[in-house]
C-alpha cells in the first residue's frame, strides 16, 4: 500500500501527467493524442505513460499499432484518503484560529469558547 501511494504522488508530481490524467478521463485515448497537447515525441509520452501505469493510474490496451490508454482512477481514492486526514486536520486548525482571533477582536465572548454558534 505504501509503495502505491508513493508511485500515485510521483506520478501526481508531473503537470503533464496530471494533464494526461485528465484527459483520459474524457475516455480512453490513444498514446498519440495524450502527446499531441504537449508537442513532444511518442517515445517522451511513453516515459509518461509508464510511470502512470506503474502507479496503476492507468492502463494500456494494445491494438494492433494503436496503444490505447484507459484511465484507472482507483488508487487515486488512496490518495484522497491520505489527503483528506490533513483536510481534516488543517480545517480544524483553521477553525480554532478564526475562534481566538474573534474572541481576540471581541466579536465573541470568551464565554462561548468551543460553541459552534
Same mark, same amino acid.
Given at each position: ?9 510521483? %506520478?501526481? +508530481?508531473?503537470?503533464? /501527467? /496530471? /494533464?494526461?490524467?485528465?484527459?483520459? %478521463? +474524457? ?8 502527446? #499531441? ?14 510511470? *502512470? @501505469?506503474? %502507479? +496503476?493510474?492507468? $492502463? $494500456? @490496451?494494445? =491494438? ?16 484522497? =484518503? !491520505? ?6 486536520? !488543517?480545517? +480544524? =486548525?483553521?477553525?480554532? *484560529?478564526? =475562534?481566538? *482571533?474573534? #474572541? #481576540? ?7 462561548? @469558547?468551543?460553541?459552534?454558534?
Amino acid at each position: 500500500m505504501a509503495r502505491q501511494i508513493d508511485d500515485v504522488f510521483q %506520478a501526481l +508530481g508531473s503537470a503533464t /501527467r /496530471r /494533464r494526461m490524467l485528465h484527459d483520459l %478521463a +474524457g475516455g480512453p485515448k490513444p498514446v498519440g493524442q495524450l502527446a #499531441e497537447p504537449f508537442a513532444m515525441s511518442l517515445a517522451a509520452a511513453s516515459k509518461h505513460i509508464k510511470v *502512470l @501505469e506503474k %502507479a +496503476g493510474l492507468i $492502463r $494500456r @490496451e494494445v =491494438r494492433g499499432n494503436t496503444h490505447l490508454c484507459h484511465l484507472d482512477p482507483g488508487p487515486l481514492a488512496s490518495a484522497h =484518503r !491520505w489527503l483528506s486526514f490533513y483536510e481534516t486536520f !488543517w480545517t +480544524g =486548525r483553521l477553525d480554532e *484560529l478564526e =475562534r481566538l *482571533l474573534r #474572541e #481576540e477582536k471581541g466579536t465573541i465572548p470568551a464565554s462561548q @469558547e468551543g460553541d459552534d454558534t
